[in-house]
């Protein structure tokens, strides 16, 4: 076990199931599914609190993308005012921390049952971002007359200030401030408005994308619906470009549905013309391959007009090759358009070893 102190009383350690110096039991306590600590207790940072010499509480956090971490265990020995206590001040030690390591956003998730975790969250400045209703609705049985209905995930993030941004200001809306740097992040329910009107809007601006200009009918609603099936789907991701509070650009990456295929993601992008050439369509893939080296998703794939070299060429540097050509696949303005199917191996991306 890495051991280092963080501050006093607070230990910042490193998972080893073998030492058990941070018991199994302690951590059930946080996340009830064994299964799933397994897949995350040694990727974590962990930090801790003793007393008489065994860990009482502790806070598992995860990077989930450059600038983002998510809390994914809580737990704490007792659910009592010392045990909340404890907790709050570990989850105020790792957003310290992560911030020094450029994280801007930390998530924490919890049923809205879950009301001393909440309770801590909030203690400790989290916020409510989003309520996902029903997304438990399916996973427990059905609660007995005055229980509170186990049914609802609350998603509560706390913005940190960047160190390098003295105009950053926490726990504001994100990149709320006018001329800030378009963060990249995942989508989230709120977003369902600004991201359909920027798609409506690249359908005007651009050739490059399926829809001709007016043809996308979708609503908010039906934006909403989509984000939400995306959130709780475990092999597709969403992430968003935002700047001065609205998005302005997208990459969707959906997973297969069935068995044989759920290890391939299908990609869409688009960012608006205002902000294209700043290396975000870039970025966005960064983010892709790192979610996707976690979820073990094999390959991703997608398809480009011929024409569009300024979009082939970025799939070519980051490692698409060409794979076949529909021809005419498409008719634009009146003129059938090739379209190229392009192929990325996620463990080339992974193995550095991409050959441009
Ligand atoms: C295609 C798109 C996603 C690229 O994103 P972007 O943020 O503009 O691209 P980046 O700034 O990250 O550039 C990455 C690479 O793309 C290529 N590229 C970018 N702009 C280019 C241009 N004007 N001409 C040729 N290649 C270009 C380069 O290879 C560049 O690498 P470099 O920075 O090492 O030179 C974006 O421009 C876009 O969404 N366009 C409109 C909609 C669209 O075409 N969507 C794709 C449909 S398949």
Redesign the pocket.
């Known amino acids: 076990m890495e051991r280092d102190q963080v501050s006093s009383g607070i230990e910042k350690m490193a998972y080893d199931a073998e030492s058990g110096e941070l018991p199994e039991e302690l951590l059930k306590r946080g996340d009830p599914l064994e299964w799933r600590i397994e897949t995350y207790a040694s990727e974590a940072e962990w930090w801790t609190i003793r007393s008489e010499g065994r860990v009482t509480a502790a806070v598992g956090c995860l990077r989930i993308a450059a600038e983002e971490a998510e809390v994914v265990n809580a737990a704490a020995e007792a659910w009592d005012e010392a045990g909340g206590g404890r907790l709050v001040l570990l989850l105020q030690a790792a957003a310290e921390e992560l911030q020094r390591t450029g994280v801007r956003r930390l998530l924490a998730y919890a049923g809205n049952w879950e009301t001393e975790l909440l309770t801590v969250c909030q203690r400790a400045g989290f916020r409510i971002a989003a309520i996902e209703p029903d997304y438990y609705a399916s996973c427990w049985p059905k609660s007995r007359a005055g229980e509170v209905p186990r049914a609802d995930r609350l998603m509560l993030e706390l913005l940190t200030e960047h160190p390098d941004d003295p105009e950053d200001n926490s726990g504001k809306a994100p990149s709320g401030a006018a001329g800030s740097l378009p963060i990249v992040r995942r989508v989230e329910l709120r977003d369902s408005r600004s991201l359909i009107a920027m798609k409506k809007q690249?359908d005007r601006e651009?050739t490059?994308?399926l829809y001709e200009p007016g043809e996308r009918r979708s609503t908010d609603g039906d934006q909403f619906e989509q984000i939400r099936s995306l959130l709780r789907s475990s092999n597709s991701l969403m992430l968003v470009v935002e700047a001065d509070g609205e998005i302005v650009?997208y990459l969707e990456a959906t997973g297969g549905k069935v068995r044989r295929n759920q290890h391939t993601v299908y990609i869409?992008?688009?960012?608006l013309?205002s902000?294209?050439?700043?290396?975000?369509?870039?970025?966005?893939f960064e983010e892709l391959f790192d979610w996707a080296a976690r979820r073990h998703i094999l390959r991703a794939e997608?398809?480009?007009?011929a024409p569009?070299?300024?979009?082939y060429?970025?799939y070519?540097?980051v490692g698409f090759r060409l794979e076949g050509i529909m021809r005419g696949a498409l008719m634009i303005e009146g003129e059938p358009v090739d379209l190229y199917q392009m192929g990325c191996d996620l463990r080339t991306i992974r193995q550095g070893r991409v050959d441009k």
């Open positions: 690249l651009t490059s994308m650009g869409v992008i688009g960012i013309e902000h294209t050439g700043q290396g975000l369509g870039r970025r966005l997608l398809t480009v007009q569009n070299q300024r979009a060429r970025l070519r540097s």
